[in-house]
């Protein structure tokens, strides 16, 4: 199982950046995606999540509104849309993904993932 998550990079604030998570190994339609970062000292955060049927989406209160979780199941990659960002967006984000018979369902803690990424910086500038 290999998930590969790029589209990071340095921004200013206000601006936006799409990050790309592709996986291979695994089923991918039987999957539920999720995002989560990491600022340097700073624990590990949640950010998005999506069913595996990209009908359901979850997110945290620090990025809604400004962020889009999205999936192509045909091309086995799921999105993160970043619009509006903050210089507090900083951070190693992270993909994940794990099995499900739960169609509609999000999950939100790192320990409900067996599969991650290996992170891409997000860098934004004030």
């Known amino acids: 199982v290999q998930l590969q998550a790029s589209g990071g990079g340095l921004v200013q604030a206000g601006g936006s950046l799409r990050l790309s998570c592709t996986a291979s190994?695994?089923?991918?339609?039987?999957?539920?995606l999720a995002w989560f970062r990491q600022a340097p000292g700073k624990e590990r955060e949640f950010v998005a999540s999506?069913?595996?049927?990209?009908?359901?989406?979850y997110y945290a209160d620090t990025v809604k509104e400004r962020f889009t979780s999205s999936r192509d199941n045909a091309k086995s990659t799921g999105y993160l849309q970043m619009n509006s960002l903050k210089p507090e967006d900083t951070a190693v984000h992270f993909c994940?993904?794990?099995?499900?018979?739960?169609?509609?369902?999000?999950?939100?803690?790192?320990?409900?993932?067996?599969?991650w990424g290996q992170g891409t910086l997000v860098t934004v500038s004030s």
């Open positions: 999506i069913s595996r049927s990209g009908d359901n989406t």
């Open positions: 994940a993904a794990r099995q499900t018979s739960y169609s509609g369902r999000s999950f939100v803690l790192p320990t409900d993932f067996s599969s």
């Open positions: 190994g695994l089923r991918f339609s039987s999957c539920a």
